[in-house]
């Protein structure tokens, strides 16, 4: 049992070594371990200053992205309403254009439709007249085969163009 009870100058020798080495750490690696914890302390609080930091610059990078992506769709909702409004006044422009067109093109269709009918009506008259002539000209020579009804016709002719004068 020797082993689980020390005797006195054994505990005495070991509380001597136990002050000094207690002394030792306390002038020399007492200040050490505290200054690194210190520093670790430190270096912790730098980082949740910096992670918080971070966290608001991220906040206001998010808040940032939101803004621009409501700009962004409004800009596209104007862009298109524009869109829209261009397109409705480039079919508005394209229908009346087609319509003054079209107007020319009636127009012009009347008058060429106006031309051939007086061309058709005089074209109509000359060809009526000619046959005029040609059907009184073959009644005059059946009327006028003798001599004494073409003197009757002349003096008849004559007498007219006296009264008209």
Do not use: C
Not at 62 to 76: M, T, Y
Not at 127 to 147: H, N, P, W
């Amino acid at each position: 049992m020797e082993l689980f009870t020390p005797e006195i100058g054994l505990v005495f020798w070991m509380f001597v070594v136990f002050v000094i080495l207690f002394v030792i750490l306390a002038k020399f690696g007492w200040p050490y371990i505290l200054r690194s914890l210190d520093e670790r302390a430190e270096f912790i609080d730098k980082g949740v200053e910096y992670a918080q930091e971070a966290k608001s610059h991220l906040d206001n990078a998010q808040a940032e992205a939101k803004a621009l992506l409501v700009e962004a769709q409004k800009q596209q909702m104007e862009i298109l309403h524009e869109a829209a409004q261009m397109k409705t006044q480039i079919i508005e422009e394209a229908r009346q254009a087609a319509s003054v067109e079209a107007k020319k093109v009636m127009d012009a269709a009347a008058v060429s439709i106006e031309q051939a009918r007086k061309e058709s009506e005089l074209q109509f008259r000359r060809e009526v007249s000619q046959f005029a002539l040609q059907i009184a000209e073959k009644m005059m020579r059946k009327q006028l085969s003798d001599d004494k009804t073409q003197v009757e016709m002349v003096d008849k002719l004559l007498n007219e163009i006296e009264n008209q004068n």
